[in-house]
């Protein structure tokens, strides 16, 4: 059992920056990967960024690359989410999850197997 906790979330005009962050608790030495998906209403819920929790490797969705960063404190067990130039298409609840069963799918969201309660960003114009 993992367990995850987000927090972060808030309303930003256009330009500025959040940072999200996920807190991992419970079977953490299980976690294959972690990301950070998010999903406005009537869409369906879509890759930001994510890691491979061994490995490090990292794949972000194009529409936010070069303004997004994904890291992680080992020590804390907790994932972070830099946001930066921020748009109003970035409105969205947003989704800390944990795939630690096979079988394994870093960048979808379907093979996860844990999630955070989610936490709201809105974006003004």
């Known amino acids: 059992q993992v367990q995850l906790v987000e927090s972060g979330g808030g309303l930003v005009q256009a330009g500025g920056s959040l940072r999200l962050s996920c807190a991992a608790s419970g079977r953490t030495f299980s976690i294959y990967a972690m990301g950070w998906f998010r999903q406005a209403p009537g869409q369906e819920r879509e890759l930001v960024a994510a890691?491979?929790?061994?490995?490090?490797?990292?794949n972000y969705a194009d529409s936010v690359k070069g303004r997004f960063t994904i890291s992680r404190d080992n020590a804390k067990n907790t994932v972070y989410l830099q946001m930066n130039s921020l748009k109003p298409e970035d409105t969205a609840v947003y989704y800390c999850?944990?795939?630690?069963?096979?079988?394994?799918?870093?960048?979808?969201?379907?093979?996860?197997?844990?999630w955070g309660q989610g936490t709201q960003v809105t974006v003004s114009s």
């Open positions: 890691f491979t929790w061994s490995v490090g490797t990292t």
């Open positions: 999850g944990a795939d630690s069963r096979p079988p394994y799918n870093r960048d979808d969201y379907r093979w996860y197997d844990y």
